[in-house]
C-alpha cells in the first residue's frame, strides 16, 4: 500500500468505463473505498464537460473537472471556471482549411468544441455514434469555416477528425507535429480513430499540474493517475505513480510506474487494491 498519495486522478474511456459506458461497481467501490482514506479523487479526460459531468458525479468528486485533455477546468459545485485555454484561433482555421478537401471527399468528418457544444458540418454516421456515447446532440452548421468567420467572437475549445481511416489520421498526426511546434500546438489520440488538436497548454499533465501544485498545494509525488491511451502519457508521465491500462498503447505502458489489467478486467479495482487499499 502506497501511503502518501493523496490524489488519484482517472480518465473516463478505456479507463473506467469499456464498452457499456459505464463504471462497473467493483471499481466504483474501490473507488469509495479510496476517498474513505481521505484521499481525493479527480477526472481528467478528452471529453466535453457535459459529457464527463456524469462520470465526475457518479464517483462523486469534489474537484474540478478537467475536460478537453484540460482545456476547460470548471468546478461543477460552485461553477467556478479555474481554466479555459482555447485553441488559438489562427491554427483552428489553417488546420480546418488542411482538413476540408478531406471532409468534402467524406474521409473524415471535423468536430469544433465551441460553448461545450458539438459544432459539425453535418451529422453524419460517425457523428451520430459519437454523439450517443457522449450523451449529447451535435449542432450541424454547414461550413465549419464560414462559421468561424462570421462569428469573430468565437473560441474553439479543441478541434477533433475522426476517421475509420487509422492510417490516414496517422498521415494527418506526422504531417501536423510537422508543421506546428509543440509550443504552439497540442496534438494526441485518445482512441484510434480520433486526432484532437488543442492549446499547448492543454493537455492532461499540465492540468494535473495546475489542480495538484496551484489548487490543492500538493506535490507530484503525492498523485496517482491512471489512463489508457496518448493523451494521458503526460499526466502519468507527471504522477508520483502513473499507472497504465492493460490495452494502452507500448509507449504508454513504457512510460508507466505500473501495468494494470484491461478496462474489462476491471484494472482501477485492481489499481487501486494494490496501491492504495
Request: some cysteine.
Amino acid at each position: 500500500m502506497t501511503t502518501d498519495i493523496r490524489l488519484l486522478v482517472l480518465d473516463i474511456d478505456g479507463t473506467l468505463a469499456g464498452e457499456s459506458n459505464q463504471i462497473s461497481p467493483r471499481v466504483l467501490d474501490r473507488i469509495r473505498q479510496v476517498q474513505q482514506r481521505g484521499i481525493a479523487v479527480a477526472i481528467a479526460t478528452g471529453r466535453m464537460y457535459q459529457s464527463a459531468l456524469r462520470f465526475h458525479q457518479t464517483v462523486g468528486s469534489t474537484l474540478p473537472l478537467m475536460a478537453y485533455q484540460g482545456a476547460l477546468i470548471k468546478c461543477p459545485h460552485s461553477q467556478t471556471l479555474h481554466r479555459h485555454t482555447p485553441l488559438p484561433r489562427a491554427l483552428a482555421l489553417e488546420i480546418l482549411a488542411d482538413l476540408a478537401p478531406l471532409e468534402a471527399q467524406e474521409q473524415l468528418s471535423i468536430h469544433l468544441y465551441i460553448d461545450d457544444q458539438l459544432h459539425v458540418r453535418a451529422i453524419i454516421d460517425d457523428t451520430q455514434a459519437y454523439a450517443e456515447r457522449s450523451g449529447i446532440q451535435p449542432v450541424a452548421v454547414g461550413d465549419l469555416t464560414t462559421l468561424m468567420e462570421t462569428n469573430r467572437g468565437i473560441e474553439t475549445t479543441k478541434l477533433l477528425a475522426l476517421s475509420e481511416n487509422t492510417d490516414l489520421l496517422s498521415d494527418i498526426l506526422t504531417q501536423l507535429a510537422q508543421r506546428y511546434a509543440t509550443e504552439e500546438l497540442y496534438l494526441t489520440r485518445s482512441v484510434e480513430y480520433f486526432v484532437e488538436a488543442t492549446h499547448p497548454l492543454a493537455n492532461k499533465g499540465e492540468a494535473v499540474r495546475f489542480l495538484t501544485e496551484d489548487l490543492l498545494d500538493l506535490k507530484p509525488g503525492q498523485v496517482m493517475a491512471i489512463g489508457d491511451n496518448f493523451n494521458d502519457l503526460e499526466m502519468i508521465c507527471y504522477a508520483g505513480l502513473g499507472v497504465a491500462m492493460g490495452d494502452a498503447p507500448a509507449p504508454v505502458k513504457q512510460a508507466a510506474d505500473w501495468v494494470a489489467p484491461g478496462v474489462e478486467a476491471e484494472g482501477v479495482a485492481i489499481a487501486l487494491e494494490e496501491f492504495l487499499l
